[in-house]
């Protein structure tokens, strides 16, 4: 048995995406071996992090600024507005740099089966912000699942009469993916999905 405070801090990572006990008890063992290198640094960082982090009121990112750097940067093309579920998928879109417009932040898809209905998510946000002027073109980048799915179909409706362009990410085979490693679904994306060379 460790001790008290550590069976805690075990306890805690295990609840984090990607952790388990065995994978969160590996981790608070490195950490108690590399105090000063590791284990400092981390916790001044994750403080930092609480203290100064906020969501931009406009977008939904986290950043230090308000409204965060994305949607003060003038570079940036305020007229496309891609739709993401979450800032996981914000973050990813811009470590590939393949988006150079702003930004709407949904905070999940609906579902039924979780009890997440419109009024959870930052919907009204988004038609506020397309009413208000400015937006040429949305970008549906939601899951390619049955909710998401389901999310982009229902903001479809909503944007109906908006005098702005709507898109989707196109879906199909990854770059590099091998046909016979595909589920089913996602060849069927491709062939639907499929463009004139």
């Known amino acids: 048995m460790s001790a008290p405070e550590i069976e805690q801090l075990i306890h805690l990572l ?6 388990g006990p ?8 490195f950490l108690l071996n590399k105090k000063e ?29 308000v409204p ?6 003038s570079n940036r093309n305020q007229g496309q507005i891609c739709v993401v579920r979450d800032v996981a998928d914000l973050w990813a879109l811009e470590r590939a740099g393949v988006f150079k417009g702003v930004y709407h932040v949904l905070g999940g898809v609906l579902s039924a089966l979780d009890g997440i209905g419109p009024e959870e998510l930052r919907i009204q946000e988004l038609l506020d912000k397309v009413a208000s002027g400015g937006a040429e073109e949305i970008i549906l980048a939601l899951p390619a699942t049955v909710e998401g799915q389901t999310t982009a179909h229902y903001l479809a409706d909503r944007l109906d009469g908006y005098p702005v362009k709507l898109s989707a990410l196109s879906r199909g085979v990854p770059v590099g993916g ?4 595909l ?4 060849l069927q994306m491709a062939f639907k999905s499929r463009r004139g060379l």
Do not use: W
């Open 37 to 65: 290198s590791h284990f400092a640094p981390l916790i001044t960082a994750m403080q930092s992090v609480r203290d100064k982090i906020v969501a931009c009121p406009i977008c939904g990112n986290m950043d230090t600024s």
């Open 22 to 29: 065995r994978s969160a008890r590996r981790a608070v063992l």
């Open 68 to 73: 965060c750097a994305i949607c003060s940067d």
């Open 178 to 181: 091998e046909l016979d490693y």
């Open 14 to 19: 295990a609840k984090l995406p990607a952790f």
């Open 183 to 186: 589920d089913d679904g996602t």
